[in-house]
Structures are given as C-alpha cells and as structure tokens.
C-alpha cells in the first residue's frame, strides 16, 4: 500500500457526460500528479499540483482540468467525455517536486 | 523531447532463471526510477538511481545507471513467480516536474 488513494476504483459513463476522479496523497506529500495510462499511448503525463498550485502541464486535453484542495487532496474533471477517453487514471505524489513519487491504485475509466 | 526505450517488450523466463531488461534514453538521465505494475494495478516503486555508476539492490532485483546515465538496466537473480509483471522505467524530465515513462516490459515467469 503506497498511502495514496483514490476513489473511484472503476467507472462507467457515457459519452459527452463528466466526471471526477479523486485522490488524497500521503501524509506530508505535498506534491501530487495526474497521469493516464493506455494501451495505445502507455503511461502520459498529465499536470501537477504542488501545494495548490499548478505546477507543470502536460498532455491534458482542454477538456480536462484538475486542482488541488487547501487540505492537499486533488481532483481530476473530465468533461465532454469520448471513448478515446477510457483508460487508468493514475494519482501519484511526493514530498517535493523532482523527489519519488508514489502511486495510487488508479481509477479504471470506460467510456461507452 | 526525451524518451525512454525500454528491451525487451516482453519476456518468459523460466523460474530459477536470470534476467536484464533494459531502458535507454534519447538524453542525459537526471533521476531514473524502475517500477514495477500488476496489470490493472498501480505502480510500486522499487529503486530510484541518480548517479552515473550507481548500482542499486533490493532482495533480489537490483538496478544499474551506467557512467554516461543514458541507460540503466534491472537484473532480476534467481526469477520467482511473484516478479511477474510489467516493469517500467520512468525518468525526471528536465524540468524535475513530471515522469516520462518508457513502454514497459512484461515479464512472465513459468513455474
């Protein structure tokens, strides 16, 4: 158990709907980072979060937004959903930027 | 942009055997870390590596940075059925701000 979770486990919606993805990092990890992962692309950065405040960006489509809370937890908005959409969201955080970071057990996403 | 390769794709291996898979990447490594993925499953993490040269061990895993940190490799002695799995390299990009991830290697290993 890396100490990061994230809720929920698996979801199923359809398209052109929104959803949001959950996640608490460690205790005292103040960075937190959303990645996707696909057959297709593998493991793709998304953006991160370092103490509330958006820290980089990367592959994230404008459909997709994301923020951190003062309490440090973080939530990923997926919105005008597309079955390209499906695919295992990963939270992961760390203490720092550039330090290890740690890995939830993901959300499965299908989009029919 | 950096990427990381990583060889084999996919591997079996039978149990007792050695194994090595490999993660090389088109620019200088500033932190390079292996995890391991159960499929469906999130990332643990097993070492990171730093320093050209630095070699690293845990239990029976152990992973290498070579001088010019371009490429590292994980060596898995005596495999059992629990390393199953798939193995990803991932490195800092140059900014420390994010991890980009190699393809991954899935390994099998028959009992």
């Known amino acids: 158990d890396s100490g990061v979770t994230q809720t929920p486990k698996h979801l199923i919606t359809a398209t052109g709907q929104r959803v949001t993805l959950r996640c608490s990092p460690r205790?005292?990890?103040?960075?937190v980072y959303w990645y996707q992962q696909s057959l297709d692309q593998g493991l793709q950065f998304l953006i991160h979060y370092y103490n509330g405040e958006e820290r980089a960006k990367g592959n994230i489509l404008e459909r997709f937004s994301a923020q951190q809370f003062p309490d440090l937890h973080s939530e990923l908005n997926l919105s005008s959903l597309e079955l390209g959409d499906s695919a295992l969201y990963f939270c992961?955080?760390?203490?720092?930027?550039?330090?290890?970071?740690?890995f939830g057990p993901g959300t499965r996403l299908l989009v029919l | 942009s950096q990427e990381l390769e990583q060889s084999p794709q996919s591997l079996i291996v039978q149990e007792g055997k050695n194994l090595t898979i490999n993660c090389t990447s088109s620019?200088?490594?500033?932190?390079l870390y292996w995890y391991k993925q159960k499929y469906g499953e999130g990332l643990i993490f097993l070492m990171m590596?730093?320093?050209?040269?630095e070699e690293k061990s845990h239990e029976k895993i152990t992973a290498k940075l070579d001088e010019k940190k371009q490429q590292s490799s994980l060596h898995i002695t005596a495999s059992q059925p629990s390393h199953a799995g798939i193995y990803l390299c991932?490195?800092?990009?140059?900014?420390?701000?994010?991890?980009?991830f190699g393809k991954g290697t899935t390994l099998s290993v028959s009992s």
């Open positions: 992961a955080s760390s203490v720092d930027t550039a330090k290890t970071q740690y």
């Open positions: 590596l730093q320093k050209g040269g």
């Open positions: 991932g490195a800092d990009n140059q900014a420390g701000t994010a991890l980009i």
């Open positions: 205790s005292g990890d103040l960075s």
């Open positions: 620019k200088t490594l500033y932190g």
